[in-house]
Each structure stands twice: as structure tokens, then as C-alpha cells.
Nanobody
């Protein structure tokens, strides 16, 4: 079992930045593809970004491309989401997810482990 714990959320003004972190409890984290998803009130969960186990491949939702950057540090068992030029529509609970087998994916059902989430609120 792998536990994922997110941190770094908060309240920020539009145009500002935040960096989210997701710490994994196991060293085998380095073998997992990782992703960030988000869910706004009254909306379905949506894919944000994903990264391969090596960090060599990344994919993004069109809505965040050019503003968000996903990265990982396997020596620290941590994946990051740097969010710049934040907009009010980015307001959501952001959750990280880990996938034991396979490459980075946009599909939530492909991921085996999930964190509890961290709230990001962007004011206009």
C-alpha cells in the first residue's frame, strides 16, 4: 500500500502562483507514473497533468498547458505541480494519484493510489 499526502494548497489572487507537493510513503514510488487531478464544487473530477516514472514524459490538460508544470524528485519520493498565472476557474481540490504499472495517463481509472487532496482557491 502506498500513501500519498498532498500539501501546498491555499488562497491566492488571480495571476499568482502556488506549488503543490505530493509525498509518497514508499521508495517504490520511483516506479510509478504520477498524476494530478482536480475537482471543483458541482463538477466532475478532471485530469490536470501526469508524469512518467522517470520524469521523461509529461502530459497536460489543454486548460493548464503553458501555465502548470509537473515534475518529480524520486530521491524524495515527491511529485510537484507548479501552478502559475492562476485563474479563478482553477479553484478546486487537487489530488495526486499513482499508477503502479503502465505509463502516464489522463484516465483516473488507470491510477491505483490517491491522496486526500488539497484545496486551491483563486480569488478574482
Amino acid at each position: 500500500q502506498v500513501q500519498l499526502v498532498e500539501s501546498g494548497g491555499g488562497l491566492v489572487q488571480a495571476g499568482g502562483s502556488l506549488r503543490l507537493s505530493c509525498a509518497a510513503s514508499r521508495r517504490t514510488f520511483s516506479n510509478y507514473a504520477m498524476a494530478w487531478f482536480r475537482q471543483a464544487p458541482g463538477k466532475e473530477r478532471e485530469f490536470v497533468a501526469a508524469i512518467s516514472w522517470s520524469g521523461g514524459s509529461t502530459i497536460y490538460a489543454d486548460s493548464v498547458k503553458g501555465r502548470f508544470t509537473i515534475s518529480r524528485d524520486n530521491t524524495k519520493n515527491t511529485v510537484y505541480l507548479q501552478m502559475n498565472s492562476l485563474k479563478p476557474e482553477d479553484t478546486a481540490v487537487y489530488s495526486c494519484a499513482g499508477r503502479r504499472l503502465g505509463s502516464n495517463s489522463r484516465r483516473a481509472n488507470d491510477y491505483d493510489y490517491w491522496g486526500q487532496g488539497t484545496q486551491v482557491t483563486v480569488s478574482s
